[in-house]
């Protein structure tokens, strides 16, 4: 299978909704572009990839995706630089772990010029929707699920791979405060946890909820098993800096392999930054609470960014993190965003510019 | 909230498709009958029910369902006894089940009276789809989902509460063959393995498929911290006969709680039955396979009614189960089954007659 831009058919907006749109007050992923990319899987094959104004889906009610779950997504972003030209960070990363999350969940293989070509032509069009402002960028939401029917709980014949776009503003608006979980887990050993699949992320609402009502912000997952060790949060991974040691955990079949996360590990690294890459107890995260070894925390993540962690609560207890001078999170989140925005020179190869 | 029957808004079909559906050859859950009901819940309140023709669901791309798998569902079976009166099995049990589900899912909960007003009214339009023959009986689907709208990941503002029915031939075609699983998990400690969420369908389906590529019908979990333990299958919970002693495995926050699986325990027991109870290895159940003292196991489930196993894999070994004279699981399903249909007396009192 093999699609260049030229075969996308495109069918455009006759008028646009950009007016509407408060670029001052944007929130997370709750307006959206004028057009989305739509291919159907059908009959073993994807049909050509269509483009249309953003519009609803209409399924029937017997459609898989409303009963098993058979739902992936993926995250990323577009930026503008101060020439308006469009860059993405690392997209091929995103195209490869959609196929591992559809190789899971039973969802066929998405192929690179069907997600890339189908990408860049929906950014071509709605390039004016990439927020300009400070912090601003386009969120886009690859996904891809079931909307072939039947009440049999068994993979569907019929998927549809979707690209929506919403300019947003920050995910989180300020530092936050993180919660251990002891008693509620994110994914099992042998699971979908390293999956980006739809039911992983409902399954966090609930106990997220409980530690919102308790004044945080996100829960830190920790393993099923034990709960002795430090996962990840709801859509971030975490940094540890004991000292000047920046920790974080493997990733494993629990864990999402952030690009984030790994972008910053190579970035640190680069900068001469102490890296550890090893399981991480809650116990000593506590123990170096307790004796001022524990400089910062933080979460690392595409809508994220680098989120700086006030402070985590654990076993009904509160542990406030210092004021730092010399942050390794915002040291990072710099670098990482200057990449990003086209501000500095990409030296890691990471910055896709987007061809009009 | 409180709705009666005469509240639910109904638009009925113009003709009816009862003439395309073929009796005589049903398979499970791919035809559906005339009409749907369908419940908004916006403004932290359920509208009123509405009965219409069944027919498709129309909802914005950034729709939660699609993104954070925000879904849960029931399966209950409605039956028809020689006179064409109409009865449901234990339905309260299923309503309670799917606000637990609700609960864990952040999804609303689902009043009482809506869910049985609701289907009971449709189960009266949609009667002469119940299958007569032998082991036939309309199954229905309870839903609900995320409807509300938006890429942030967090609980939606919107939902529907959706019943479908599917007039439906067995599950299973004979005997099954199962494999248990070392590798993949179903679910995890403190996860969300006990409600019927649509994620753990799917999380399924790809160890399932490696079954199935290996000559097997289904996957016995074991629990994902040590695989020792015999959880239960894809959608049936499952019991085990070593001499004449009938073992099931607890419940647990990773297992679904069957209402198959206690219905079963009570009618061993009052047939004097020996039942247990408890954690069983797979160690055990591969030593009776070799001593001989495995009798039978078989899958308990609402779709797949008492589904007899014939053999299972482990470790690259098939065990074959013995061709019994006096088995456990054909007497069992005689009763259930016998009152499903109204063909005994029901001395449990599980039995529910749609009144018309
Ligand atoms: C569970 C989870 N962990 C981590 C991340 C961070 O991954 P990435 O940096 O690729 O965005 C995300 C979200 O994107 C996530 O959903
Ligand atoms: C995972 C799972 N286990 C067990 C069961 C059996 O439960 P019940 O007997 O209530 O149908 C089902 C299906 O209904 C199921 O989906």
């Known amino acids: 299978m093999s699609i260049a831009t030229k075969d996308i058919i495109i069918e455009k907006v006759k008028n646009s909704k950009i007016d509407q749109v408060d670029f001052d007050n944007l929130a997370f992923g709750s307006v959206f572009t004028d057009h989305m990319l739509v291919c159907t899987y059908k009959n073993g094959a994807w049909e050509t990839p269509t483009i249309t104004p953003y519009q609803p889906i209409t399924l029937d009610p017997s459609a898989k995706i409303f009963h098993y779950g058979q739902s992936i997504f993926e995250g990323m972003k577009a930026y503008k630089d101060k020439n308006n030209d469009v860059f993405l960070f690392r997209p091929l990363d995103n195209h490869k772990r959609l196929n591992i999350s559809a190789a899971r969940m039973c969802i066929p ?15 071509n069009l709605d390039k004016d929707f990439i927020p300009t402002k400070d912090g601003g960028s ?66 966090q609402f609930y106990p997220t909820q409980l530690a919102i009502e308790k004044g945080y912000n996100q829960v830190i997952w920790t393993d099923d098993t034990s709960h002795e060790y430090i996962e990840e949060a709801g859509a971030m991974n975490i940094f540890i800096r004991i000292n000047d040691t920046l920790l974080t955990g493997p990733t494993s079949d629990r864990i999402l392999d952030g690009i984030t996360r790994k972008s910053i590990l190579e970035i640190a690294k680069d900068q001469g930054i102490k890296t550890e890459v090893r399981k991480i107890t809650v116990k000593e995260v506590v123990a170096a609470a307790k004796d001022g070894s524990l400089k910062e925390m933080f979460g690392a993540g595409t809508a994220a960014v680098i989120s700086p962690i006030a402070g985590f609560g654990y076993r009904d207890t509160d542990y406030d993190l210092p004021e730092l001078e010399n942050s390794f999170g915002e040291r990072l989140k710099k670098i990482i965003t200057d990449i990003q925005y086209n501000k500095s020179e990409d030296k890691f190869g990471w910055r896709y510019q987007v061809k009009s």
């Open 109 to 123: 293989q998405i192929p690179e010029d069907y997600f890339m070509e189908g990408l860049t032509t929906l950014l």
């Open 138 to 203: 386009l969120y886009i939401r690859p996904f891809m699920f079931a909307s072939g029917n039947g009440f049999h709980a068994s993979p569907a014949n019929e998927y549809k791979f979707i690209i929506a776009c919403a300019p947003s503003g920050a995910y989180f608006s300020g530092k936050v405060k993180v919660l251990i979980e002891e008693k509620y887990s994110r994914s099992a050993n042998g699971g979908v946890g390293y999956a980006k699949a739809g039911g992983n992320y409902a399954g």
